[in-house]
């Protein structure tokens, strides 16, 4: 079945480090791949996706390339802030066969914390 | 416009006892997910209802776990004789589910944060 795996955390940097999330997956067929975001006490919000190989999706400073070959989506950033203190979650989507559900598969997150 | 809304955002009961959970969706949108955020399991998927079709309730953990949607819009989510491994933060998400769009996409509420004593 399909699956997706990513860095453990939690992850701690100084303000304007650069960061790197790891997400690699395992999937049938050609998945789209997303990266949500969770702020503390937010539900999850949508920060990039990319839908076919090499696209790149990119938003607030983060991105992320869809590479085919190494079955990757490594979610990073060039200078991070407090603000970006949260959990991160990389996530798959496959089309379904016939009226099936486009359910998302989730890794399990990897918390970053931000200190000035 | 209003977002997914979720209540009660937190419940705690006790084992054995019946829990329903509510999702409001987005007005308009047409499919609606239910997922389970637990800290030893992740993101799960739990059931998928689409306008009229039969939902897809292949993540349902056991059948103490049932799901329904009236009027294509809102969704109950309900444990029967809760355990304390149901305790997790219950996530639903809606989507306009664009026909032949593969990438549409799914708006989170807060969620629900169930604790079972």
């Known amino acids: 079945g399909d699956s997706v795996t990513q860095m453990e955390g939690p992850v701690t940097l100084s303000e304007e480090a650069f960061l790197t999330i790891n997400c690699t997956y395992t999937a049938t067929g050609y998945p789209s791949l997303f990266w949500y975001v969770q702020y503390p006490g937010e539900g999850l919000q949508l920060l990039l996706k990319a839908t076919k190989a090499d696209d790149k999706g990119s938003n607030k400073g983060f991105e992320a390339t869809y590479r085919k070959e190494t079955t990757s989506f490594h979610l990073e950033k060039g200078s991070v802030q407090v603000s970006d203190s949260a959990v991160y979650f990389c996530?798959?989507?496959?089309?379904?066969?016939?009226?099936?559900?486009?359910?998302?598969?989730f890794g399990k997150g990897t918390k970053l914390s931000v200190i000035p | 416009g209003a977002g997914v809304s979720q209540s009660p955002s937190n419940k705690v009961t006790e084992k054995g006892k019946d829990v329903e959970l509510r999702c409001d969706p987005i007005?308009?949108?047409?499919?609606l997910y239910w997922y389970r955020q637990s800290l030893g399991q992740g993101l799960e998927f739990l059931i998928y209802?689409?306008?009229?079709?039969?939902?897809?309730k292949s993540g349902l953990p056991s059948d103490r776990f049932s799901a329904e949607r009236t009027g294509g819009s809102v969704s109950t989510l309900t444990i029967q004789r809760t355990q304390q491994e149901d305790s997790a933060v219950y996530l639903c998400?809606?989507?306009?589910?664009?026909?032949?769009?593969?990438?549409?996409?799914?708006?989170f509420g807060p969620g629900t944060r169930l604790t079972v004593l």
């Open positions: 007005s308009g949108h047409t499919a």
């Open positions: 996530a798959l989507q496959t089309l379904p066969s016939g009226a099936g559900s486009y359910q998302l598969t």
């Open positions: 209802f689409q306008g009229n079709s039969a939902p897809d």
């Open positions: 998400a809606s989507s306009p589910r664009l026909a032949g769009d593969p990438n549409n996409e799914q708006f």
